[in-house]
């Protein structure tokens, strides 16, 4: 229900469309959305997508489809006797997609350049869909530093393993950089929905999106490991000064990228450890 009174900053336009900004997009006949395994001219986009409304993404493609059955649930819904939701990207062998009424819940891998991939396809689909204001979340799993494992962590802001919040890309052989900025006024929607009676605990705070899972996380359990367990701690409780709550590997790519478009996004992850408390999950 939210009035939108802003406008144009990024590709967002007054009347909740949004704008991708790239001229060739308008010259193309066809566009073939290769890892969803969909293109414009078989597909129906505004027929099978217009009514979309939020995308939800998370890592695994099993985790997508129990999301999905979990909304079927929640949005009252029900499939016609002995059918099952499908997957729609299933042809694709890459992502999973399921669409329970306006939500589609979708599995986006692991990594900045997994997840990439996946949101220039998705706000695609969603232009090509007509969709108006829509939303995406990512509802992940990450470390917690000193945040205990259960925890949910709303990301206020990202940054890289060097403390830039830029998401950084060459492009034509010179880097590209863009500012990863999540929606302030979302972050806030979000922390009301947090009940005291809740059986976990919210925060927010600082993402650090790495590019790796062991030492780029500061892990003593990697194949490698040139570190001691006390530069390694010293590291996390710098951090943890620094307003880092928790580590993951998404987050700088998808808060550019929505805000490049003018999409209001937002990564909620549970944590799955409290980093000061060790490595293996
Ligand atoms: C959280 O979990 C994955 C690594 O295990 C990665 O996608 C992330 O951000």
New binding site residues.
């Given amino acids: 229900n939210r009035n939108k009174t802003k406008s144009g900053e990024n590709g967002e336009k007054r009347d909740g469309t949004f704008h991708l900004q790239n001229p060739h997009l308008e010259r193309m006949d066809e566009d073939v959305l290769y890892h969803l395994g969909l293109n414009t001219t078989s597909h129906n986009f505004v027929e099978m997508f217009g009514d979309v409304k939020f995308v939800c993404m998370g890592?695994t493609a099993n985790r997508m489809e129990t999301f999905a059955y979990y909304l079927l649930d929640v949005l009252g819904l029900k499939l016609p006797t002995g059918t099952t939701l499908i997957d729609i990207s299933r042809n694709s062998h890459r992502y999973s997609m399921y669409k329970v009424g306006p939500v589609l819940s979708i599995s986006h891998g692991?990594?900045v350049p997994s997840i990439g991939i996946l949101l220039h396809e998705i706000m695609k689909l969603l232009k090509y869909a007509k969709v108006k204001d829509p939303v995406l979340f990512r509802i992940?799993?990450?470390g917690g530093i000193g945040v205990e494992g259960g925890t949910i962590v709303i990301s206020e802001d990202a940054v890289d393993g060097l403390g830039s919040s830029y998401f950084q890309v060459p492009v034509l052989g010179k880097i590209v950089r863009r500012p990863a900025v999540f929606d302030k006024e979302l972050i806030e929607e979000l922390k009301d929905c947090v009940d005291p009676k809740d059986s976990y605990k919210t925060v927010t705070g600082i993402t650090l999106c790495a590019d790796d899972?062991y030492e780029g996380q500061g892990r003593l359990d990697g194949a490698f490991c040139d570190y001691t367990e006390a530069e390694k701690m010293e590291y996390l409780h710098k951090l943890k000064d620094q307003g880092v709550v928790n580590f993951?590997?998404?987050a700088l790519v998808f808060a550019a990228l929505t805000h490049h478009a003018g999409i209001r996004a937002a990564d909620v992850c549970v944590a799955c450890l409290d980093r000061l408390k060790g490595d293996q999950v």
């Fill in positions: 890592g692991m990594g992940g799993t990450c899972f993951e590997m998404e």
